[in-house]
């Protein structure tokens, strides 16, 4: 369902497939999971197209929350600009704002910009 490597300093986290409505709890407990392990790294989510629908889009809304909560910056890349434009409408918008990217490479740099600015 998914899977993660360190880029540049950053957990980039990759959504493989649509978790579909049973598997969103355990595709949050997951990502939270590698968000808690690394609190010191910022985060990237990368959706990949087949996972890039309205039950993963929500997953990254709550994960958003939890690194907001954990004072980490979430960055998310996806190539489905229906995703982006869900993404940037319903991202909370105190605290960090979330980064929104059509590519991954684009996402990873500037969550590493923060990273070496902090």
Known sequence: MLSHVF???VLVVTVHEDPGIS?????????GELVEAHRQAHVVVVL???AAVATTVSVVLRVH?????????????????AARRVLEANADTHGDPLGVHADVDTAVAAASAFTAAA
């Open 65 to 81: 929350h939890l690194c907001r909560d954990l004072g980490v910056l979430l960055h998310v890349a996806t190539g489905s600009a």
């Open 48 to 50: 990949d197209e087949p």
């Open 23 to 31: 598997g969103r709890a355990l595709l949050l407990t997951r990502i």
């Open 7 to 9: 880029e540049r300093g």
